[in-house]
Each structure stands twice: as C-alpha cells, then as structure tokens.
C-alpha cells in the first residue's frame, strides 16, 4: 500500500489529532490510561443513575437531581462522541464500527426520551460501553482470554447452529402438541405462547406461571423434560470438546490502526495486519 | 447386482421420470436447488400461518383468509407428495421412508381437521418438513456436523439407557415415597402426578405447581434435589466424552440411491453403498 | 479352600437344590430366562396396578378387582421369596445381600398395609426388583456400561464427597442469612425452610413456593444463583474428566457363587475370584 | 533464618505452650485428635441447637434449656478461642488468619444478639469452623481432593471473570430492556428487580414469582433462555478442560507453622516452606 492510497481515504493524523487519538483510543501512554479510566468510571455512575432512578421509593425523592446528573453525563458522552469521531481518520469507518455503535446508542435514550418518556431506562445501553474496561486496565491477558472463550464458540458455531435449529423444530411441535392437549382453558391460550412454555420447558427453567393440568399434558411434559435434560447435555458437551483442543496465544496491545480501527497490534509492527495501511511509532510509556 | 435383479424391483428411472427425480429428490442441479427453495419458503409461510391463526386478536380477523391460504398450501403439499410418489422408482418404500411418513403426516391435519376440528394446529409437523433445509442450501458442511453429533449421540445410546432406566426407577419409587409422605392434601394427588412431579425435581425444571409442604417432604424434596444435580453431570459426561473422542470427516453431495433411498453418496460413487443398486450418472453443475 | 471347609458353611448344592438355583439365580440356561422373563412381567403388571390404584377415578372403580391381584402377586412373590431361600446354600448370607433385602421390601408393604393403610402405595418398591432386568435379557453389554458408569461414579467418590460437604455448608449459611433478612413474614419460617429453599435455589430447581421480597433478599438470592450456576460445573467437569479416562471392558455372565452370591463370573473360571469358593460346572444353553 | 530474628518476633513456644499449642493446632498426636473430635461434636451440636430453635413448634417448647445451652457452648468457644490466643506465638496474626477470623465470628453473635436480638440466627456461622473437619480425621487425600478443586477453580479464575462480567453485562441490559416492556404493571417494578429476574431466568432457576405477561416479553424471554441454556455450558466447559489436566500430589500433614500458621508440612520438613521460621520435631503417634 502506497502514501498516495493513504491521501485518497483521508489525511494520515498529524499534530492534536494524532495526540488526541492516541488518548482517546489507546491506553498505553498516561493520558490515554487516565482518560479511560475517567470514562469508565463516568459510565458506571451514569448506569447506577439510571438503576437507582427506577425504584419508586429513591426516585421520585431525588427527581430534579437525577435529571440533572443525567443530562451532564450525556453532555460528556456527547462530546466525547463528537471528539472520536474529530480526530479519527475515517469518522463514517468509526460512526459505523462496533464500538462506534455502542458510542452512539448510549447517548440517543435521552435524546430520545423527550419524545417517547418510556424509553428513557434504555440509557442502561450505556453498560455495554464498559466492554472497553479490558482495555482500561492493560488487562491483556484477560483480552486473551475473552479471545479464546470467543474462539471457542467460534470454532463450534456450525455445531450450535444445527442444535439449536433441532431445538428450535422440537420446540415448535411440542408446543403445537400441548396447545391441542390442554387448549386455552388451562393456559395454553395460542401457539406461540405454549412455543414459549416448552421454551421454558425444555431449558429447565420452569417458571410455572402455565402449567399442564390435565394427564396426558403432564405425561408430554415429563418426556420434554427428560429429552431436555438430555439435550443440555448436547452445547456443554461441544464447548467443552473445544475448549480441552485450544490454548491461550501471546499478549498483545492496545493499538488501534488509524485505518480500519482494528485493535490489538503487536508492539513491532509496522503495518495493520488487517487492512496493510502503515502504523505510526508505537506510544508507550510504563 | 445385475440388470435382472433391477428388474424384478421396477424400471430403472428414464426420461420425464429421471428428470423430475432429479429436481425433486435432490439439489445438485439448478432446477433441483431453485425447487427446494420454494418448497420451503411454502413450508415456512405455511407454518406461520397456523401460529397467527392461533393467537385469538389475529385469528378470527382474518378467519376466510388463513383458511383459505391453507387450503392452497394443502393442495400444494399434495400434488408435491403424489410428484414424489410418481417418479421414484419404489413408491411404497419413499412412503414408509422417513421422509415420507413425514411428508404424509403434513397432509393429514387439513383433512383430518374437517371432522376432528381440535387437532386443526397440527398442521405444525410441517415444520418437520424443513429438516430438508440442510440439503437446499448445499451445507454439506453442517449435514456433516449434524451426522457428527449423531453419531456422537448413537455411540453412546447404550449407557444413555442405562442411565435413563435407572433414573425412571428412582423417579418411581421417589414419586410414590412424596405420595404416601405428602398425600393428596398437599396435591400429590396420585401416583403418576407424584412422579410427574418428581422428574420436574429431578430434571431442575421446578415448576412450582406442586411443592411439598410438610417438613419431612422437604426434606426428602432436598435430598432429590442434591441427587438430580449430581445426576444431570451424568449424561453431560457420557456426550462430552463421546464428542472429544470423534472428529467430523469428508463432505457429501445429495444423491439419493433411486433404489433405497439411500442418501448422500460421493460424487463418483457408481453403486450404492447400501443395496449396491447401481446409480445413474451424477447431474451436478456449479 | 478345601471340601472340609466348605462342609461347615452348608452342603455345595446338588440334586434339585442345584436345578432350582441354576433357574433362579442365573439366566444362562433356557429354564432360567424363561423364569426370569415372567419374574419381570410380573413385577411390571405389579407396579402398574398400584400406580394405577393410586388414581382416584380408576382405584374407586375396580378396588376389589385391584385388591385380589395385589395378594395374588403379593403371595408369588411370598413363594419365590421362599424358594430362593431354599435353594440357596446360606440363606441368611443371601437375606443380607443387596437383591435379598430388596426382595424382602417388596414383600413387607402388603403385609404391613394390614396395621398401617397409608403405606400401602410404598409396594412401589417392587420396580427396585427390575434391576434384575439388566441380567435377563441377557445384556451383558449393558452391564459392562452399567459398570463403566458405576466405576466413574466410585472413582469420583472422594471428589464429590468433599464437593457435596462444601455444598452443604454453602446452603446452611446462605439459608440462615435468608432466615434473618427476609423473615417468617416472607415466608423464610425457620432456618430448615430457608435451608430448603437455598438448596432449590442453588440446584436451579426454583420452585417459586417460597421466594425473597425483599430488595436485600433478591441481591443475595441473585449471588447465590450465580454461585450456583458456577457450582454446577463442578461435578459435571468430575464426572466427565473420569468419563473420558475409563474404557469398558469384557463381557460377563450371570454365573453366581454359592457361597458369597458374587455375581458375573467368567464361562472358564473354577473358583470364585471373590471368596475362593469352587464354582460348579458352568450351565448353559444357546 | 537465625535463632534471633525467631527472638523478635516472639518466643519460640516450650514448655505448657508448646504441648498445648500441639494438642489444640495439630491433629497427629492422640490428644489433639481427641481435642479436635470434641470440638466438632460441640459444633455440630451448636449448629443443631440454633436450626431446632427456630422452628416454632420446638422453640417455644424448650426455649430456656435452648438458652442456657447456647451460653454454653458460646462460654465453652470463648474459652477455646482465649486459649488459642495464649499459646499460639503471634496472638495478632492468628486472629487475623482465615480460621482465626471465623472462630471469632462464631462467637460474636450470640454476644451481639443480647443488643440486637434479630441476628441471633446468624449463630449459624459456627458451621463453617468444620473447615477443620478434614483435618481431624486425619483424611489427608480429602484434603488433597480440596486442593486439587481449589487450583482447578484457581486456573480458570481469569476465564469466569472473564464469562461474570459479560454475563452481568447481557443481564443488565436484558433487565433494562424487560422492565421497559413488561412495565411495573406486570411485576418487573424497577430496574434492580429486572435485573434479579434476568439472574433468575438465565440461571434456569425460575421462581416464577415474576414472569412476563406480554407477548414481545414472552419472545425476548425465550430468547434469553436459549441464551442461558448455551452459556451454562461455558463455566462447565472451563471447569472441565482445567480438571482433565490436573493430577493430584502427595499427601501433607497438618503440621502448623508457629510463625506463620501455614499448614501442612510434610513430617520430614525442618524449616517452614512460606517463612522459612524452624519448624519443632514432629509430634506423631499412630
């Protein structure tokens, strides 16, 4: 890949854009771990807000209070929105990324709220923004963990995608079988909601807010739920068989290619290992 | 196998029949792909229809509609079934095959409905039908998987008996202990729904319908408890030991043996690896 | 052991003392399946009619009919009781034995139902007898996997002892705490109930009689599910870490010592490998 | 380690000390097996004492002899934990050591329920002191399975934190999500009570105490069981992968050290393994 490929896609980051993205989207310099860490802390407080702002009894003693906490936070998140997306090389790459998402999501509730007050809990959106904590910390090994664990699913996507497909036929004609047995008189009141008893059923949780009454139900539900006892059997036995077959791999960083956005470059590279685009020197100070 | 013996069991499959065998029984072919595609996107609309006309506020809205809608479906899936019975060599043997009682069991409850009107929704077997599903879309990859956990689960099938028997004779013998300890009183009202009861402990569903009441029933509801999570590590430990023991093998097509029915014969099998009936040219483009 | 030993255990079984034995204790000649067969169907017609009795529709109906056949069975079982007793060589070591006292039980309940109606239903001990199921149809296969599960269960035994004692422990403080937070008036009525219900809980049984109102109670009741969601694992990860290290091995007989009733010796073997007794010449048709 | 660095941090232990610091610590002599036997006898007593007392029935009856007894064993607890005091060489650190702390814990609530009255349950508490119970049988491979639990549970300690913390994440935005659906009319009355309803529903636990009503609350239920049911098989898979390649070592003692109250040194050790202080010869009789 040549400079001039670099011009068309956008100006590489020079002087404070360089600067403030290195703060913003890594953490292995001092500002850039300090911000993170004000940031995490910011979130987790914004999510108690909005937690404690649900309960009747806390709520409404402290209303004006909470108001105002909250649309303070959603200044911050707002401008720090507003602030990614100034110094990053391609703000649409960002705007569309996972992260970017997940960014954008945690501000539109409250926005939001002024129109459709319902919505106004869904801030808690927020919490998922948390998953950068990994990077907070310099938690790399746990990174590798997480990748592993993801690996792991990964590795036996397929497999899980033929047994829930199972599950999901099994599923459907036991509840069309129980909703013919016992009928909307014992709460079997339409299909999709006795789908959503054998659902229930069939994953042990049982609520038991519908239940079968008469004996040929409960005969049809002692079998579902022996088959779902066994069948439980079935995904632990797939990530385990995964798991005992991958091990952890090296450590890696925090560095985030100016390009594509991908994280985790070694400290010696030189280009993304994703897209090819050179990466600046690596900041770092311990 | 000779020619003579072929004889003696039907004509062996030429012009129309060969070719509507070819579209219909497998999908190797563009015609073939392209009619399996339908078939269940036919299957599909057909199964969302019964849940809607389930649910009551959706239901009696658009009673003439759904109902006429299935009458269409119905007669599809039989003109479908009498094609399939057509152009296969041994039709009695397609209809006791498992994918032909199931395509018959689609069929039944629209007629069966005009004089047993209760078992309207079990037109959802058709749901069955979509097992085809692994076929259509050439994921040789996931029948692979699917036959890998089959096998897993076939491997194991004795001490999965085993297990399986011994848990019955403790549900039994459980069940009836609670019967005499709590008695109908506490809504242990018979034997059966006392071991009804036992498997919703045994299994961790907990229902909740029916609890013990009396100190010494909780006491005994404990012990089972503690014994149903031990057990459940049980067949966990059968399947998981199974599926780290084998690993998936080659890929399949769709070719269906015109004698047994055999499926899933390698692109350049000539006989079938079941009967040894010989196999006609393999019709494939990509 | 020499024949002067023997002498003062009881005489080694001959004349109709050996025919009876081989017919009743083993299952390798013709006469001895066949009386095993019928043993089994008995037992089974047995335990349905008392789960079918205990229905209070069809127990109320035919109460004389089911009364009859209940002594009618009551006295086979008296009579084979008897004959086993016979035709044993130490019949005190064979009423000690596992099968002895089990047989005995399923005896005990009719008789006792005299003085005491309630227990009449416990006649449901009688399915225990079906273990003997395993030795008639000639399963050897199944016994070995019976033994394979048996083995992995025995070599876990510490593990899951030191597994179940932490349990316990866990439960017993968790419920106490419950008994203070959440009280008598939330229906936590004394620390045994609380310890019930922090067992439900843990186990994911969650029957939903008792539960927490209180916001103090939720958050603990919540960290125990979680701990209990962890705590699953446990035995699942022993029983499957032994699964995956024991291998099954060769077949059986029903071959059974006269003096110590040890059972599955080999078709070659001369003296028992668990008491040193000399075995009779080994009887068997096939 | 010099004899002088011993001198500034106490004595060594002779004469009544070191006998009774033997007899009370240690478990491999006569004496302090009996020591320890009795303790445990008392404890379990104890514990028995305060599960009776809070069933009404029997409570009411015998409170005074429930009473006195109480100030009994707490009397008796007092003295012990006194005597530990006395003759261990660091009285600080020793109370402030794992055991230390619950021996004192065991004690206060019965001195502190004379002001507050409702914790007197927590007496309870006393159970965990049977942490010493694998000591005193001297059950030397028990201990070893504990061990060999613990490092499992130890190995895969980043993994669960690594599974915890996305499982609080999924459970705090589904909480968010079906308290903004279901509504406080439908019992999901605040966010924290979402939030124990999302714990219940993806342990399988379901109490059933609170259960969506709606119909889009039925369908994001559903989909979190499915959910559930496939991340249980997470920690179980961890947890095995780490035991199928863990073997248990060598058994230990339960010789403790007198400076840093490390146990388990092997009889043949001189000098601590964790301080490095000298160890007295090894008291044993067998």
Redesign the interface.
Known sequence: MTESAHDTLGKPLTGWRLKAYTIIFEADTRAGRLFDQWLIAIILAS?AL??FS???SIGQKYDSLFNGLEWLFTIAFTLEYVARLACVRHPLRYALSFYGVIDLLALLPTYLALLVP??H??I??R??R??R?FRVFKLT??VT??Q??GR?LKGSR????????A?L?IV??M???M??VE?PANGF?????S??WA???M???????I?PKT?LG??I??LM??L???T?????????????MRRVEEPTTTRTCHECLTEGHQSEANYCLHCGAMLPAYQRDT
Chains 1, 2, 3, 4 share one sequence.
């Open positions: 999510v909005v937690v649900s309960v009747d319902e919505i809990a869904l808690d959106v919490v998922l948390l998953l904590v090994a746990y963990e997480y592993s664990l792991a397929r497999k899980i995608m033929v047994f829930l497909s599950v036929m459907l004609v509840g069309t079988v909703y013919v009928g009141s339409s299909v999709p909601t789908v959503y659902i229930t059923t994953t042990t949780v049982g609520f038991g807010d239940t004996d409960r005969f539900a002692s739920m022996l779902g006892w066994g439980l059997a079935v995904p632990t036995g797939i990530v385990t068989a995964e798991m005992t």
